[in-house]
């Protein structure tokens, strides 16, 4: 069993099993035979018309015979659609359930109203007006009405189906204006000379006011908000629906002259109408079962036609774009066309002082207005909404600007702090490569000159510097030790003494020391111990000594100095003081951001 959705329209149909090819070829073959039936009925119906058969009475109930045959026959295919649409092969939806059980229930109530006049006709009674037939043919007009309604609008509505309902009913009501003028209006004059009684005039008068709901469905139909594969059997609807109102007219004419007659060509219209409309129901589930079986048969196949589904609609969008002004054009003649002629009709009413036209045209046109102003409400309404989704969607695109921005300039930021990170690195390696260098160099130079004991100390220094070298490269390769802020995580926190820290990192620099002739004082007191990782803390001395190295003129002493922070026993305060320049106030903030270098390295006379 499979369920899909419609996607024009919001209806799910069933595809069951017993949806073969056999059943298909069933439903063609029916919808075949009733096509052929409902032209043998109407052949029938205008030939009785135009070759009367026996007396006049006869023809009248021939014809009326008809018109029950043909609602009864119209009924049960709408019964049989809405039965097949609950339990047959391919299941609806429950409004087109309803919808089909409902135009089927009014096209009985016609019938049976048609069966009550036939049967006064053929006993060559005088047919009352109103009667008790009026009640089944007034029942007819809001559950076909109510049927179309379920089957051309979703279970909510939006908006688009307002304003299709709002347009089709503004348009309804204008032409009923121009058939007051015209027909209606014309018709309560000839009252008058033929004295017919109120009540029949009411009664006849009322079916083209009913006939602007089957007015008000066409024009739906014409600019509704379903599924296309329903659009040949609506139409076909449609158009029993227009026969249904020329029926009518005719009807209200003549019986406000006194002339009407059932034998008259209302008869042949009658049956037409509900024939067209009953098989309407049968056309509609055979399109709906072709379109659910072809679902079904080919669900593997759908993955493939999507792409080109999607191109065809794509395409199909383009071309609705390209014709802008064409709909345009069709929507102003279809709305403001009818209200024209509707305002120049009571505007003319007004002129010449027709009185008999003037105040139901003047009513008329109130409501219209009314409609017309809800219209332009409702497109007021959704223009507000329109302009905020594009407020929206140039914030949202601005929102999005701004983060692509700020993702650019934090991509420069990452190129710089690489570009800062490679020159960190590198001076942080070459303060130990310095010291390995300036050691090898002197064992090199002057080994022949060099104490064993004093042989022996460098050689330790270069080892020790090379140690420093090792533990660089690991923090460097392993991204792992760093964390977002700039910490460490691994660490071995033990008492250190200031005095031999500070000592073995001046042993570091040495060679240094001596080839610019430089003075070393330490003025550390022997008790000062703090508590830290002996490995980070050195490296952190040495890197700032190799700077007071750099950043000084040689022959310039340093000195490295200690001391407790007064009032707090838990922190030290180390210094090293050179005879450098120093570093702007406005520069310190940034002494301590990583990979962070004060002065570039193109302009700067150091290198590292």
Known sequence: ????????????????????????????????????????IVAFS??????????????????????????????????????????????????????????GTGLLANGLGRTYVTYLSYNRQLIPAPSLADIGFTLFYPLL???????????????????????????TFCILGVSWYFFIAPTLLIQRVTHTSTAALFTALSYPFWDMLLLLATLMILRRCAERTLHPSLLLCGAGLLTAILADTGYAHFTALGMYSSAMFVGPFRVMSVLLIGLSA??????????????????????ASKARVSHKQHDQHDQDEISPRRFILLHGAYLYLPLSILLALTLGSEVINDEQRTLFLVVLTAIVGLFVAARYLLAMYENALLLREREQQRR?????????????????????????????ASHELRAPLTCVQGYLKLLTQFHEFIPPERYQDFLQKAERSCTELVVLLNNIMDA?????????HSTHVEPVGAQDMIQSVTNLIEPQVMHERREVQLDIPPDVTVQADPVRLRQVLLNITVNALKYSPPRTPLTFSAQIMPGSEDEVVICVTDKGRGIAPEDQARLFQRFTRLESAINSPVQG
Request: charged share 15%; hydrophobic share 45%; aromatic share 8%.
């Open 480 to 488: 792992s030790y760093l964390e977002v802020d700039g910490s460490i």
């Open 282 to 303: 049968h056309y509609q589930y055979a399109a709906l079962a072709r379109r659910g079986s072809t679902i079904g048969i080919h669900r593997h196949q759908i993955a």
């Open 46 to 103: 205008l030939f009785s018309l135009l070759f009367p058969i026996g007396e006049n009475s006869n023809g009248a109930f021939i014809s009326g015979m008809l018109c029950i045959l043909a609602s009864l026959i119209g009924a049960s295919w709408a019964w049989t659609t809405a039965y097949r649409a609950r339990r047959g092969a391919l299941q609806l939806d429950s409004r087109y359930q309803l919808a089909w059980f409902l135009i």
């Open 145 to 171: 009405f109510a049927g179309l309604v379920l089957m051309l609008t979703g279970p909510r509505p939006g908006r688009a189906c307002v304003k299709m309902g709002l347009d089709a009913a503004i348009t």
């Open 1 to 40: 069993m499979d369920t899909t959705r419609t996607p024009h329209a919001p209806m799910k149909i069933i595809a069951t099993e017993r949806l073969i090819p056999a059943y298909l070829e069933k439903l063609g073959r029916q919808n075949s035979l009733a096509a052929i039936v409902a032209v043998l």
């Open 396 to 424: 949202e695109a601005e929102h999005l600007y701004m983060e692509v921005h700020a993702a650019h300039q934090r991509l420069q930021e990452v190129d710089q702090l690489k570009d800062q990170f490679m020159m960190t």
